[in-house]
């Protein structure tokens, strides 16, 4: 299966390849970008000679000295290697300080890097010198969130649930490429839902252990056509994440449809709990970084259902909901379900970002402490 996934991302570097020299650069870009994520984490498995090979497709056919120095530069962002991506597009900026992108990489780089007035400094630079260039928007949100919400992002936080708690069975709604699904442990019976990209041939990432199933559905059309009991082959789910349509009123109904197989112990994951900005958190998307107004079932869950365990971990880029204390039997929330869709659908977003931790619930992001609360047992 890794081989197989390998081979896709080879072939998927060689199309954004083309992509480029046919001159649909955005379109190359964003290929490069997904694919260089991806192969972080088959270098981490040992992947290392494989990755390197895919690598090396891009670089060998950049136009010019500068743009193969940013090639490299993205490479090692994506490989974390952020000291060497920054020595090499300096080195690119110190041949063409003309183009605009490598700027916006290196405030990327120096965000990472944790030099957050450095890279305010250089978002202000690419402003003032190009207004119209909005291709910095979402890395600006990005810088926020590192502002707001530093240290670790909502993967190693993932990674610390499966960690914790050792699931017997997972099911993930929303699989975007597949990473954090991939996360799940070798003693996980892991299921992903999703219905465009529920397939292996859309996914960039496997789990190395045992590689989840996956259901090409809606979560709506899943819990209707499937009894997730016989799916799991277990009466329960041990660890939920819910990630699917970015709306309220669809989380909040895979909330309720998998708390129905939950125990009191099990634990639900919930993204784009805390949104950096109201922008972003908008029900019609207007922004690339989107988190819709999911936030809106944490209110309404602590007012509907003070016998759960709620809280939103601060964590980049848009915080994670964590729930547990469930209670498989309750039926105050599908037997109110329109009501609450509608009076919490006029809920204003918090204009400032204190306001919406308190709105939002959001707890310590102490490792220990969060552990205590939702996986102590
Ligand atoms: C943000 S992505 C998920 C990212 C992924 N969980 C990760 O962390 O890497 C959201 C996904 O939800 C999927 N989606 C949209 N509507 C859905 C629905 N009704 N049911 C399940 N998945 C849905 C989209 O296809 C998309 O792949």
Redo the contacts with the bound molecule.
């Keep these: 299966m890794i081989n197989y996934m390998l081979a896709k991302l080879e072939s998927q570097m060689r199309q954004a390849v083309q992509l480029q020299q046919d001159g649909r650069f955005p379109a190359a870009l964003g290929g490069y970008e997904l694919i260089c994520e991806a192969l972080r984490f088959y270098e981490e498995l040992g992947y290392g000679q494989e990755a390197e090979n895919i690598h090396r497709l891009p670089l060998a056919v950049q136009p010019t000295p500068a743009m193969t120095l940013y090639c490299h530069a993205l490479i090692q962002y994506y490989r974390r290697h952020y000291s060497s991506a920054l020595e090499a597009i300096k080195a690119a900026l110190a041949v063409s300080s003309e183009i605009t992108m490598l700027h916006v990489l290196k405030a990327r780089i120096l965000t990472a890097l944790g030099d957050l007035p450095g890279a305010h400094e250089t978002y202000r630079f690419i402003q003032d010198r190009d207004p119209g260039y909005d291709g910095a928007h979402d890395s600006l949100f990005m810088l926020a969130a590192e502002q707001e919400m530093p240290g670790p992002d909502y ?1 190693d936080w993932l990674e610390r649930f499966h960690h914790w708690l050792r699931p017997a069975t997972y099911v ?6 597949g ?2 699904l991939a996360l799940a442990g070798p003693e996980t019976r892991a299921i992903g ?5 529920g397939a292996w041939e859309h996914l960039n990432y496997v789990c190395p252990h045992t590689p989840a199933t996956l259901f090409p559905v ?3 059309d899943f819990f209707v056509g499937h009894d997730l009991r016989e799916v799991l082959e277990r009466e329960t789910f041990d660890l939920g ?1 819910i ?3 970015h709306l309220f009123e ?1 989380a909040l109904k895979d909330f309720i449809n998998l708390e129905r197989y939950a125990r009191k112990d099990s634990v639900v994951l919930i ?1 784009d709990c805390l949104p950096i900005a109201p922008i972003v958190a908008e029900r019609e998307r207007c922004t690339g970084f989107w988190t819709g107004d999911v936030w809106r079932i944490i209110p309404c869950l602590k007012t509907f259902r003070p016998d759960l365990k709620i809280m939103t971990i601060p964590t980049k880029p848009s915080g994670l909901g964590v729930v547990t204390n469930l209670d498989a039997t309750s039926t105050v929330l599908s037997d109110n379900y329109d009501d609450i869709v509608r009076y919490y659908l006029t809920l204003r977003c918090p204009e400032s970002f204190e306001q919406r931790r308190v709105v939002c619930r959001v707890g310590s992001a102490d490792e220990e402490y969060v552990k205590e609360q939702f996986c102590g047992k």
Excluded at 193 to 197: E, M, R, T
Aim: glycine letters at 14%; charged letters at 20%; proline letters at 4%.
């Design positions: 993967y993930e709604i929303g699989l975007g490429h990473r954090s839902i999703d219905p465009y990209q809606t979560s709506d994440f990630d699917g349509l669809q993204h």
